[in-house]
């Protein structure tokens, strides 16, 4: 150890440290001490190193009056001097001065108890600056103070102790402090020394134990790029995004990994040539076959995200972690760890929504953060030194930021980059401000000029947009406190994925429809069989834009159900355990010839609506492949990833004999009605399903309402008509009839029962007679659902269901609650 001679006070061992000695060496510091200290027994690897103490600071701002010297330029920025002045002239004063002759001595020696530990001679090790006043709740400080990489031999080390120092005075830093009201010299800093993990070999990046954007707890976000871990931290690249479901975290045969997204992951940060005069590290680009491919296995990703877990359950409160991978022994270490800052200081109880009221396509799109909207004159600006140029409430159109830009962000409306991910610095900061931002969109630099005016939308899921001009859009705040309970159940309508996250906080009864098409079109965008049949697909121009979108999987059809299973996943994973009911493909074929590769496979109808669509395709041979593939997702979902409140439904199922087909063809690709609590539910929505609704209900294990094609099919009126717009009646007695017949049905054989659509939430009546007659469950939009609530409990209190009120129980007595 340190001997007392050498200053003892000057240098602390992780492993004797807490997180209880914040003031002693910094909340970094001290977290890595805390981590080492308990959670090494648990599994969590955390390289070894020391850290320099306040005390060591305090000793060399005593030397050769520095502290007083510093003083007078702080009381020169009191006056009215610049900035960036300011924080130069202090940080020359820091970079000129001698350290204390204990505080060499004991780092010195520490080093070489360090390098005696780890078997080798000096060691490279990452140095990082840990201030005695950071991860506060109230404050972050990320960013503020470098870390420098790659640091070898006693001499670099103590230089670079002396620029952590220095880093305490950065223009980023002392704005931080000016803005969250911290004195300059009531902060001190502490030098962390760790043993360098050579990502630089392998990968490294971030992991956040809950969603950043929406603050959905019951995830771990893990994001991860080749080389260094700076490159994911400082958003220079687009890395890869994984999310990992925490409830089922170490269940024995699960892989919750819902969702895995391949970042561009342009360049890496690797090892400099070193030598006098040689920076220690630089930024490479990388292959095409890293481009390509995932950095992390998930066998790695989900032991990340158990450690997270750990590492959360230790402290209490969601965290951020940085972790690295090395790339000469395959291990996975934890480097930092902070507090969450930014979704624990929001008031879990309100919920703020947003929505564009119109708009043209976007002119760019990437990734959102955030969901709000914003609106704004562009500034593009190409590096942090041109402050000059940017005016109060203008959106920030940069290529990439790091702390240099926060006095530019914090006077921006909204923020736009070219490059990074959802853990970005861009990112980070901007949910810390508040700000919309769309990050990663890889040209918008390009497409957007100065001075054009544009609307940042971050409203419509995980995917942000920017669209030409000042648009209008609405905005509300609801205390969810209000909501009144109901026994009604009242499930949400969900069609994107990206956007389940963000509807967590409603008390909603589950989702009573989830369109897997909307997965289909917006996130394969290729119709099954053309990837089923890609090695003979005939038209080229379709081949190359599918072999682009399915770049680094060799079997085309992986693509489609990776895809899908992980769309479905997201939306089972924001309510487990309450029921996901997840529609089977309902595409017309109009629809689907419109797919990627789609035409060869899709016949031309004179009226699809009613033709080759629904339960009819899933056995048929034109899509039976297809239909495989749909299931192979589903049991993706439920097998291996767990996630067994995913209900399954079978839209537009014409007779008696096609449902056992059906069923038969699910069967034999392994979702068997009633295998691991699997239920299969079927639309009501043609009127043989309400005449033969007995024996349907032989069948399936509820219906959902499709009230729009029950009325169109029932009054023979088509939906889409103007002339007959007048004449399409959700409430015709035709219709109302046919409901209450197939939910009085479906109760005597304990079934359940749920209608989907919008028209409770228009029509207040309606939604009484739902009530009265019994239904178990209304299904309606995220955006309608606060409405319904208040319809249908006005209705309960109104006795439109007292009489029902315990009707429609399952066959396990308790009320049905799995309707759509």
């Known amino acids: 150890m340190v001997s007392q001679d050498a200053g003892r006070d000057m240098v602390r061992w992780f492993e004797d440290l807490s997180s209880g000695d914040v003031a002693v060496v910094g909340g970094k510091n001290a977290s890595l001490g805390e981590m080492i200290s308990n959670l090494s027994a648990r599994g969590v690897r955390v390289p070894p190193g020391f850290a320099t103490t306040a005390a060591a600071y305090e000793e060399f701002l005593s030397t050769g009056d520095l502290r007083g010297r510093i003083r007078e330029r702080l009381d020169a920025l009191s006056a009215g001097a610049a900035p ?34 780890l078997g080798r001679d000096d060691p490279d090790v990452a140095v990082r600056s840990s201030a005695t006043a950071e991860d506060l709740p109230e404050a972050s400080f990320a960013g503020q103070q470098e870390t420098f990489l790659n640091i070898t031999g006693e001499e670099a080390l103590l230089d670079a102790c002396r620029r952590c120092y220095a880093s305490l005075f950065t223009d980023r830093a002392i704005s ?124 790695e990703i989900l032991a990340l995200a158990e450690w997270a877990v750990v590492v959360e359950e230790h402290y209490g409160c969601p965290m951020d972690l940085e972790w690295a991978k090395d790339g000469r022994t395959g291990e996975l270490s934890v480097v930092q760890a902070r507090p969450e800052t930014v979704q624990t200081r929001k008031d879990a109880g309100i919920l703020r929504s947003y929505r564009l009221t119109g708009h043209d396509g976007p002119l760019v799109t990437g990734l959102a953060v955030g969901d709000a909207i914003a609106t704004g004159t562009v500034c593009r600006l190409r590096t942090a030194r041109e402050i000059a140029d940017f005016e109060d409430g203008a959106v920030l159109v940069t290529g990439t930021t790091d702390p240099d830009w926060e006095p530019i962000m914090k006077r921006a409306a909204a923020i736009v980059t070219d490059r990074g991910g959802r853990t970005s610095h861009a990112a980070i900061v901007s949910r810390e401000l508040g700000l919309a931002a769309v990050v990663g969109t890889g040209d918008a630099t390009t497409v957007l000029s100065s001075g054009q005016e544009i609307t940042v939308s971050c409203a419509e899921g995980e995917e942000g947009r920017v669209y030409p001009g000042i648009l209008d ?131 031309a109808e004179e009226n699809p609506m009613l033709g080759w669509r629904g339960a009819g395709r899933y056995y048929s041979e034109g899509y039976r492949e297809g239909f495989a593939l749909e299931c192979r997702a589903i049991r993706r979902v439920r097998d291996e990833m767990g996630l067994t409140n995913t209900v399954v439904m079978i839209p537009f199922c014409r007779t008696l004999q096609e449902a056992d087909r059906v069923l038969e063809t699910m069967a034999a690709h392994g979702l068997e009605r009633g295998r691991e609590g699997l239920e299969i539910y079927v639309m009501a929505e043609i009127p043989s399903n309400i005449v033969l609704a007995a024996e349907f209900a032989d069948r399936f294990d509820g219906f959902s309402i499709g009230s729009n094609d029950l009325t169109q099919l029932t009054l023979g009126i088509d939906r889409d008509s103007e002339l007959l717009a007048r004449e399409f009646n959700e409430r015709d007695p035709a219709v109302t009839r046919s409901v209450e017949h197939l939910i009085e049905t479906a109760h005597r054989k304990g079934r359940k029962t749920g209608l989907c659509g919008q028209r409770p939430s228009d029509d207040p009546d309606f939604a009484r007679f739902l009530v009265g007659a019994g239904i178990d469950s209304i299904s309606v939009t995220p955006d309608s659902f606060l409405l319904v609530k208040e319809n249908v409990a006005r209705a309960e209190r109104e006795g439109g269901g007292a009489e029902n009120g315990e009707g429609g129980r399952g066959r396990d007595g308790g009320a049905g609650g799995h309707g759509a």
């Open 176 to 299: 931080y402090r000016e803005h969250h009201g911290f004195g300059h010299l009531q902060v001190a800093l502490s030098v962390g020394v760790q043993e360098m993990v050579r990502s630089d070999l392998a990968g490294a990046g971030v992991a956040f134990t809950l969603d950043t954007d929406s603050g959905f707890p019951r995830v771990v976000l893990i994001n991860a790029a080749y080389g260094l871990g700076e490159s994911v931290v400082s958003g220079t690249v687009d890395p890869d995004e994984y999310l990992v479901f925490k409830p089922l975290l170490g269940k024995p045969g699960l892989k919750p990994v819902i969702s895995r997204t391949a970042g561009r992951k342009q360049t890496k940060i690797v090892y400099g040539p070193g030598g006098p005069g040689r920076a220690p590290t630089e930024t490479v680009e990388t292959s095409g076959e890293e481009r390509e491919s995932r950095v992390l296995r998930d066998e």
């Open 84 to 117: 960036a002045e300011t924080g130069r002239a202090i940080r020359e004063l820091i970079l000129g001065a001698e350290l204390p002759p204990r505080l060499t001595a004991a780092v010195r020696e520490a080093y070489r108890e360090l390098a005696a530990r």
């Open 473 to 603: 859009y609405d905005e509300h705040e609801t205390d969810l406190a209000d909501i009144a309970p109901t026994r009604t159940q009242v499930m949400l309508n969900i069609a994107n994925p990206s956007a389940a996250f963000r509807w967590w906080r409603l008390p909603a009864d589950g989702v009573g429809l989830a369109r897997m098409e909307f997965v289909v079109n917006n996130h394969i965008k290729i119709h099954p069989m053309a990837l089923v049949h890609h090695a003979t697909l005939e038209d080229a121009e379709a081949r190359a834009r599918i072999d682009a979108l399915t770049r680094g999987y060799e079997d085309k059809t992986a693509f489609f159900v990776d895809r899908l299973a992980h769309g479905v996943a997201r939306i089972a994973a924001a309510w487990w355990p309450k029921p996901v009911i997840v529609r089977m493909s309902d595409f017309k074929t109009n629809e689907y010839a419109r797919l990627i590769g789609g035409e060869p496979f899709e016949p």
